[in-house]
T-cell receptor, first 115, second 110 residues
């Protein structure tokens, strides 16, 4: 596609429910990143995928968070048993490869509200 | 690990020049990047410095001093549309993912 596409754009969920957020990277981009941004805060790195290599999960805040990516296509970020502190915008980004990691292209984000 | 420090807020008037500083600590350095984010929007890439010196792109310039672990973003001829948050970023130790500063909110008034 023309840009990074994320869905849903907005999600309101009840505390304790599981949510899935989807990211469709720019076609041909092998590197994919997930970030979290709480209201008025900076971007927190969550996880990184590069081709078929093992993902870098070092930023995941707890075992309630997981992500998958099939090949070089769509990625899904799953948050289990959501808590109110999970409320944030979840941003996906992609780049051509890891060596281009300084220039990454973000989607519009999925705004998650846990009530 | 990596850490970046930048001012939380900067205010300026239209037509002015503003400089947003960024100091960083990193165990492996691959360059300093700058991103702009308008309220409610996606961050977008502005500039990247791998080597010391000034990089100019239109009204925006970015500077890097590796010996001082310091860089800045210079915005000239400020316009109202420049009101946004600006983030500096460096790659993590593995050289894979960007680690961002907390951002500087720039408010431009008329």
């Amino acid at each position: 596609g023309a840009g990074v596409s994320q869905s849903p754009s907005n999600k309101v969920t009840e505390k304790g429910k599981d949510v899935e957020l989807r990211c469709d990277p720019i076609s041909g981009h092998t590197a994919l990143y997930w970030y979290r941004q709480r209201l008025g805060q900076g971007l927190e790195f969550l996880i990184y995928f590069q081709g078929n290599s093992a993902p870098d999960k070092s930023g995941l805040p707890s075992d309630r968070f997981s992500a998958e990516r099939t090949g070089e296509s769509v990625s899904t970020l799953t948050i289990q048993r959501t808590q109110q502190e999970d409320s944030a915008v979840y941003l996906c980004a992609s780049s051509t490869d890891a060596s281009s990691g300084n220039t990454i292209y973000f989607g519009e984000g999925s705004w998650l509200t846990v009530v | 690990g990596q850490s970046l420090e930048q001012p939380s807020e900067v205010t300026a008037v239209e037509g002015a020049i503003v400089q947003i500083n960024c100091t960083y600590q990193t165990s492996g350095f691959y360059g300093l990047s700058w991103y702009q984010q308008h309220d409610g929007g996606a961050p977008t890439f502005l500039s990247y410095n791998a080597l010391d010196g000034l990089e100019e792109t239109g009204r925006f310039s970015s500077f890097l001093s590796r010996s001082d672990s310091y860089g800045y973003l210079l915005l000239q001829e400020l316009q109202m549309k420049d009101s946004a948050s600006y983030f500096c970023a460096v790659l993590n130790q593995a050289g894979t993912a960007l680690i961002f500063g907390k951002g500087t909110t720039l408010s431009v008034s008329s």
